[in-house]
């Protein structure tokens, strides 16, 4: 069984550019969530998406966007790019969007904004 | 606004003694709790989870132990072992039948001195 996997692992970016990070979830899941995790905190909820439509969202603004492809893998998308967005960046995938759907987390991107 | 918090950042234990990691939680919707382990350069692993309608959890050398009315969950490692070396998050999420929003403390780093 194939883990959770994202690319790039690394990217430099310059404020103001767009940016585009993918991920395959693991066999069998249909539903992947987006994190972001800021250096020395813990990973913070940008979005979910379950069979292709946006399933919830947290406190993150219009400019982080995503995808989920009929594979059920998926993109997220920061336009507009500002220093702050420099974190980690994990995506995880479950076989459930309940509540009893343990996620699995990818290595994650690295994403560093000059 | 912190729902979830790790107060102790850091914990050192003695190889084959007995680690205890302290998460406290502040939203009453919480009723699924789950410990994530993190190595530099990976994504979270999950480790156990434990629903509010129990107090208690054991997989192997880790239990988890939930106290409602306190808001208060701990992790138990027993015996620790250096390979146990790692920041454990752990993430709270309510089971409201939408996204499955997982809501993370800011995590402990756990050392296990040989």
């Known amino acids: 069984e194939t883990g959770v996997t994202q690319s790039p692992t690394h990217l430099i970016k310059t404020r103001g550019q767009q940016v585009t990070l993918r991920c395959s979830s693991q066999?069998?899941?249909?539903?992947v969530s987006w994190y972001q995790q800021a250096l020395g905190q813990g990973p913070q909820f940008i979005f979910q998406y379950y069979r292709e439509e946006e399933n919830g969202r947290g406190n993150f603004p219009p400019r982080f966007s995503g995808l989920q492809f009929p594979n059920y893998s998926s993109e997220l998308n920061v336009n507009a790019l500002e220093l702050d967005d420099s974190a980690l960046y994990l995506c995880?995938?479950?076989?459930?969007?309940?509540?009893?759907?343990?996620?699995?987390f990818g290595p994650g991107t690295r994403l560093t904004v000059l | 606004d912190q729902q979830v918090k790790q107060n102790s950042p850091s914990l050192s234990v003695q190889e084959g003694r007995i680690s205890i990691l302290n998460c406290d939680y502040t939203n009453s919707m919480f009723d699924y709790f789950l410990w994530y382990k993190k190595y530099p350069a990976e994504g979270p692993t999950f480790l156990i989870s434990i629903s509010s309608i129990k107090d208690k959890n054991e997989d192997g050398r880790f239990t988890v132990f939930l106290n409602k009315s306190a808001k208060h969950l701990s992790l138990h490692i027993v015996p620790s072992q250096p390979g146990d070396s790692a920041v454990y998050f752990c993430a709270a999420t309510a089971g409201n039948g939408g996204a499955q929003k997982l809501v993370f403390g800011q995590g402990t780093r756990l050392t296990i001195n040989p």
């Open positions: 995880a995938s479950a076989r459930t969007s309940g509540s009893r759907g343990t996620q699995y």
């Open positions: 066999s069998g899941h249909n539903t």
